[in-house]
């Protein structure tokens, strides 16, 4: 469109574009019939596409919503254009899902492997920064799941698809504290409602990993180098 053909009153522009308003009525009938195509092109999918996506089932609905978008606004672009498009989707999504499942090499590739976040009640900071994940993330997870030290996890996985598997220890014991530190309401709460032995309050927990320590060592966290302690709670 030109500079000169811009007016401001030209409502009829602005509402319905430069399609006659008859137009509306094929939009509507376009929607209607890419929609259903399109819900049993995510069927085909399977039952992954209406969970928690990989990244290649992320791409797929991306590369879906990209082509539906044509063919239901465009009025010199017919529908028979964008469902060859979305079936072709659906072929390339079957044959990359079937050369993972036949080559574990290529599944890693594809979808993405799972992370060690946590291990025996200490965080991986160096796998943490790898996959991106800040402590506020991780502590905000465990929250949720009512687990308010480190010490009860034994492992929290970050999952291909972005979830986290977490596996509580048998044995809990004392660890960071992963509440917000500016409730010490809350904090004062959850020790005062557990038991603990001598030798546990005694001992200190790193603020960077979570590592724990005996409170009369001078030392700096044998895990990741840091200095900076808090009381170990259970």
Request: charged residues 20%.
């Amino acid at each position: 469109m030109k500079k000169e053909e811009i007016h401001l009153a030209d409502i009829q522009r602005i509402l319905f574009g430069q399609a006659p308003p008859e137009f509306l009525l094929e939009v509507f009938i376009r929607t209607l019939v890419i929609y259903i195509v399109l819900l049993f092109i995510v069927r085909w999918l399977g039952k992954r596409m209406s969970g928690q996506l990989t990244i290649m089932e992320m791409s797929v609905m991306l590369t879906l919503g990209a082509i539906v978008s044509v063919p239901m606004q465009m009025p010199d672009r017919g529908i028979i254009q964008g469902v060859v498009l979305l079936l072709c989707a659906v072929g390339f999504q079957r044959g990359i899902s079937l050369l993972g499942f036949r080559s574990g090499r290529i599944e890693d590739i594809l979808q993405g492997k799972s992370s060690l976040l946590v291990k025996d009640g200490v965080m991986q900071i160096d796998q943490m920064a790898k996959d991106r994940v800040s402590k506020q993330q991780l502590f905000s997870e465990l929250r949720q799941q009512k687990i308010f030290n480190l010490g009860i996890v034994d492992r929290i996985y970050l999952e291909a698809c972005g979830l986290f598997s977490i596996i509580k220890s048998d044995e809990p014991r004392p660890g960071l504290p992963v509440l917000p530190p500016d409730d010490q309401d809350i904090l004062k709460s959850t020790n005062q409602a557990t038991t603990a032995t001598p030798q546990q309050v005694m001992l200190l927990a790193c603020v960077n990993c979570g590592y724990v320590k005996p409170k009369d060592s001078a030392a700096p966290c044998e895990d990741c180098g840091h200095d900076e302690w808090v009381n170990a709670v259970n």
